[in-house]
């Protein structure tokens, strides 16, 4: 009878055992439907990028925004191949002494099929003074005055709503497309500037007003001794990017407001310039407004954490069998592993048409719903199945927690797997593993 008993307990042991390993494949086994979800929704965002570029490329692109600031030409004297002189043309920049630009920003969400774009309109009051000076290393005579012109860096011209007037003392300059040269810019606006010689060491000022339209970012680049930028808008998810931060900023749900602040001492450059020895888009600064975490970033995160659903869902099925007894066939897992895969794409699906939110409630509530019937119909009992329907709604909540959180989703989620490998040590203590004596 012992000899009998000894070998009962270890065939016990051993469909554990063996169940035990097949429930822990299984739940690999269904971390590869996973990795078609997560092309799924790269392939879905891919394609809501393309229709954002799309509709950009029509309205207008990031505009990045330089200037004003004066060319000038003059000639010099250099020795072609032969050794003999000649003329040669070339040109200098002289930089605003003091530079305000105040801006707003009014944000446009467009939609396009099931997809939505963020554009914007913008305001911009430009002023300040420009004082014209010679560098010292050329001649007053050689100076081509007739040539001089001012310009304005502009990336892309689609987005200029109305003609660009700049005041010049008191006359109105009208500029058009093309720069004198792409020293300083590649892409921008210019016209001719009524400049004498009799004007060098004089202090002119000029005003200028922009209606620009553009895709998400409005960027600047700081040419001038002394500047400010102020920034406000309405919208209330700005990415203040590029070279420099804001020196003052308020973000709040009702909008943010930012200001930058620069001076001749941070910046590599002089007022007047002979030879540019610098990139001056990599002084670029500004400010990016992004759409905060769209449903494809969000479902992109849920499904990282899949792992974490199949496998308790999986280790709560295999303890309840143990205490029910009644086993679930390898099949039965793989059933109930693909109702929680399915999750993902109902997700998926439901967001691009409705708030994140309300679409991961339905998901959850469709997956948990499917799963209670189905254990209920298992186990033949309403115990189980709000065991597995508490459990679900208790898991579920949590993904959503950390789904929502973003810099303290790793100490959010460390902590729940501290807590949830605690509980399940603590309901799995009495379980006989190696059958019962």
Known sequence: ?????????????????IKGIITGVLILVMMIPTIFI??????????????????SSKWASGQTLSGPFLYIPYTSTANDPQGKPIQVKEQFWVLPENLDIKGQIFSEVRERSIYKVLLYRSTMAVSGTVTVRLPQNVDPISVQWKDARICMGLSDF????????????????????????????????????????ADTGKTINFRTDLKLKGSERLHFIPLAGNSSYILESIWPAPSFDGNNLPSERTVSDSGFSAKWVFNKANLPFSTILNKTNFDTRALAFGVTMVQPADQYAKTDRAVKYAILVIGLTFTLFFVVELLQNKPLHPVQYVLIGLALVIFYTLLLSFSEFILFDIAYLLAAFATISLITLYVKAHFGNWRAAVIFSSALTMLYGFIFVLVRLEDTALLVGSLGLFLILALAMYLGRKIEWYGKK
């Open 1 to 17: 009878m012992e000899t009998e008993l000894i070998l009962r307990t270890g065939s016990q042991s051993s469909k554990i055992l």
């Open 38 to 55: 997560m092309n799924l929704v790269s392939e879905r965002e891919e394609r809501q990028k393309q229709v954002a570029a799309e509709v």
């Open 158 to 197: 689609k987005g200029i709503e109305e003609k660009i007037l700049v005041r010049v003392g008191d006359r109105d300059i009208e500029l058009a497309p093309g720069l004198p040269g792409d020293e300083l810019d590649s892409v921008g606006l210019s016209a001719p500037i009524d400049l004498t010689a």
